[in-house]
């Protein structure tokens, strides 16, 4: 460890500058948040009771049974009748903390304020561009009864694809299948760290971009002016698209967390993984056919929600101890972002 | 007299099961609002098994919460009572009601008894965008109800449940009974949408009947229950039968949480309303706490 010498430049939190200090490398070996070199191996299962990845006398995760430590309780739940290998959270993937939370929250703060504003006055992309003419001329449904069918379809698929990713996976799966409540409560944060960002990048987007949705050309000809969706403010918030970054962010959660961690046998998680995507571009196809928007909308709307699905998880797994010895080989500086237990910090490492 | 009767019955340790209700609730996606059903279908799962971690809790004044939460809808209700929360108690429920087509709030009384569970309340709501809708059109298509045009719409609705359990060995039946009432209209041949029964009604009684059988697909693990469940709305004044029918799930992992899900399509109904008058969408978590 001698060896180089490393600075931590910013300590910092992704968009909205929540209180995030970057713990030093030092701290974090400290409080197991990066293990020692070498120490690489998932942690072992404690014949005496210790979950795997909980240090003895670490608090276990919100997702633990609370009946356990109550003894009025009586307690009716049963075990799952299934015995399934339990899921390690291994030494060197950084696990969440407070950082994080306040991460979530303040994601959260900046979408819900945002979705209250009205969108700027000074429209952006108001005419279609590249495909989106064509597109919208070859999918749209003629019947406005139609449209909304599809657009009502479009948020069940949705609501599908955001849940799933802690419904299922993290407690259904990870805490109740695999009873590792510990590695789906890391899962879950993840998740909806994910989310949060996502959610917010697309309202502060459209705030800004401002873009008319492609229907808002008929209103008060094909469209009654009084139609609500003509009236609504919502109706210059077409870039880009929230329902397609969304989905795309929780299909790519949803594969994400698979590539680590097999939940439930390798086939049925390729399936899994495979039908959220297509579950994602269904959801996103549907918005155009339901005329809430263009090609470029959830095309916009499908790369961004999958490199933050894909990318924080990411954040999380990336095996920061292998990377830090590997750079040692090099001669040159490397600046990595990584997760600490309170925030995100940006090292320089030489 | 009835009070009495009521917390004697509370008191006793009674191993029936209870019935489980829900509240009232608006979600909202972000583009196209979803509204949600005055009692949950999915609350109608295995009541037996999520109610029985709360069982052994002593009889007290207590306040309590549940809070449903999924994409996106967060569903706080709070409970003022006596008795075993959560399980066997009688008290008032309140809850806000907040969405992008308007607000408003849910309060009444509920006796969740041995056997039966009975609520009686008032739900008001104002609607944002959407209006009163005229009285003499049959059916109504999703244009009409999403077009602007006159006052906003608001309403009253009085609303009474019961609902009751019967458990066997290979899941549970639960069947729920409800009459409402949708008042405070300006004119009383109008209709309105009423947000949480999820039909438009005009100032009019609505029943509702629903029964549902929640199977164990694991016989040792009965914190898990999926079934079919058949939803029935009448409309007398408008000649109106709506029909939904799909199935609901419940995964109960501890006293506190639990995940949902119900999917409840709507098969029949003269109006043309689209997947807004459906059980849609409810994936969810439901956290509930209670004082000790």
Redesign the interface.
Known sequence: MGQYWRVHVVALCVLVCAPAVAQTQDEAEKTGTRPEPGTTEPAPVDPAGVKPGISPGEAESP?A???KDDP??????????IEAPLLTWKPEWARVGTGNYAFIGATAAVSIGT?LLRPLSNHNLERPILFDEGVRNSLRFDS??AR??A???S??F???E???P???DA??LA??VRRSPDVAWEMAVIDAEA?ALS?ALQQVTTFLVSRPRPYVENCGSQL?P????C??N?RY?SFYS??SS?AFTGASLICAHRMRHELFGKTADIVTCATAYAAAAATASLRVVGD?HNASDVITGAIIGTAIGLGIPALHYRSWEHKRRGSRAGSSYEISLYPTGNGIGLAVVH | MLTAMLIALLTAQADAPSAATDDHVVTT????V?VSQSVNTADLVAPT?DR??W???KRRFFAATTVDL???YLRPRLSLGYGAPHFQWMGIEMNPIFSRQGVGAWGGVRFALPYIDVRAGARGFYQF??SFLPGNIDSF???AL????GEHGHYVTMETELNTAIATKIGELSLLGSASRVTGFDDPNDYVYEDTLRLIVGSSLVWRARAQFAFYP?P????FAIGPAVDVLGVPTRDELLVRAGFVTR???????E?R?SFVPTLVSRD?L???TSD??E???RWRWATE
């Open positions: 997702l049974d609370t009946e009025n309780v009586e307690k009716k739940t049963e075990p799952l009748p979705s406005l009864n909304y069918a657009r009502d379809l948020d069940v949705l609501s599908m955001i849940t799933w802690i419904a299922v407690l259904v805490a109740g989310i959610t009654s009084d139609l609500n969706d009236v609504r919502g918030r929230g329902h969304m809430m | 996606d972000g583009e196209v979803h098994v029985a971690a069982k052994s809790g999924g994409y996106i965008e959407r298509d999703r244009a999403e077009t602007s045009g694991i040792t693990f009965r914190q995964i109960v992992f501890n006293k506190a949480l995940v899900g043309r689209g997947l807004i849609f969408t994936l969810g978590l």
